[in-house]
């Protein structure tokens, strides 16, 4: 019984979607962004590749998770600078060989609704990571400043 429908549309599994999480955990934790542990816990990963499209990956998270993610120049004159986490994530993600065990599930999962011609044209295009963020207890109403 499939839990989604046939719709185009590849959603990256549950235990690959954890370990995405994780990693950025250890980036959270890496660079003591952690005050009360609340980003820390908070941290939850859906990701899916529209038909022929990217990997669309939406980090829900704690609101300040943005701030720290792209810097910001506070009201009071104050800066936070940048931590880059969602370069560091694909760094990450490509290093440890999630990137690749994500491509080869969307590749397995082509194969088994288009024809292998067709499914070698399309993977033969090179895919790139978009980064959205769904904010947890307030709002950011920038962007995730990374296209991986």
Known sequence: ???YANNGIFYVKYKTRVKIQKL?????REYDAIDTGALYESVRINAEIPALGELNIQ????YYFGFLNNGANLWNGGVIHSYDFCAKLTDLMNSSGVSAEIFD???EWMTQRYPLLQVA???GEKKSI????NPIGGEFLGA?????
Request: charged share 5%.
């Open 144 to 148: 995730l400043t990374f296209k991986g």
């Open 24 to 28: 950025l955990q250890s980036l959270i």
């Open 121 to 123: 044209t399309i993977l």
């Open 59 to 62: 980090i829900n998270a704690m």
């Open 105 to 107: 599930q969307y590749t």
């Open 130 to 133: 978009i980064y959205t963020f």
């Open 1 to 3: 019984m499939a839990r």
